[in-house]
């Protein structure tokens, strides 16, 4: 079974801190996605890998950041939080034809 | 972008019920997914369905790319089957969700 871990399941950070989302995945996917879940606004695409290095923004990629060093793991990075990124963070990898299997979700809360 | 529009935004149902949910998307894609998404948050795989119709236990779904939809059938439904369900749909490297369904089923 594929597996995706994220770093955190609850996190709570102060306004203007960095924070660093990890997400890892053991099935040797080259893609990888982050999402941020929102009430009334669904799931939308922060920053989607498509290789190691490669990056492409999504449809939300203001305020953050990505670090793919490895092909199993990818970052979402925070520069300088603010309370608007409080949201649920799921990461997905996916095999070439896009079939995405997705992690646990990490629950940010910015204070 | 292209807008993917799922029907009924939300649902209760009897244990035992059948349902059908409906997603409709506005432009051709080459992909189409369905997802579980539990009240833990988790997304769960259920089907990858570009076209045609698969089956897995008590669900199935169908999409007919040419007419831009997919179904996804829930028969005998149980409590567990309770969350909130999203299709999600791939075209050019763009990716994009429904709004869900949500599910309530009642013992």
């Known amino acids: 079974d594929v597996k995706v871990t994220q770093s955190s399941r609850y996190l709570v950070k102060r306004t203007g801190e960095k924070v660093f989302l990890e997400c890892v995945q053991d099935m040797d996917h080259e893609n990888m996605f982050w999402y941020r879940q929102d009430p009334g606004l669904g799931l939308r695409l922060i920053y989607f890998?498509?290789?190691?290095?490669?990056?492409e923004k999504g449809d939300i990629p203001e305020g953050y950041s990505v670090s793919r060093e490895k092909k199993e793991r990818f970052s979402l990075i925070l520069e300088s939080a603010s309370t608007n990124q409080t949201s649920m963070y799921l990461c997905?990898?996916?095999?070439?034809?896009?079939?995405?299997?997705f992690g646990p979700g990490t629950r940010l809360t910015v204070t | 972008g292209i807008q993917v529009e799922q029907s009924p935004p939300d649902l209760i149902l009897q244990e035992g019920a059948n349902s059908t949910l409906r997603c409709n998307f506005s432009?051709?894609?080459?992909?189409l997914q369905w997802f579980h998404q539990n009240p833990w948050g988790q997304l769960i795989n259920l089907f990858y369905i570009p076209s045609g119709t698969k089956q897995n236990g008590r669900l199935s779904a169908t999409t007919v790319a040419t007419e831009r939809y997919s179904l996804l059938y829930i028969s005998s439904s149980q409590t567990t089957d309770s969350g909130v369900y999203f299709c999600a749909v791939e075209t050019g490297n763009q990716f994009y969700f429904g709004t869900g369904t949500s599910l309530t089923v009642i013992p």
């Open positions: 890998s498509y290789d190691v290095k490669m990056k």
């Open positions: 997905a990898s996916s095999t070439r034809r896009y079939e995405q299997y």
């Open positions: 432009d051709s894609v080459n992909n």
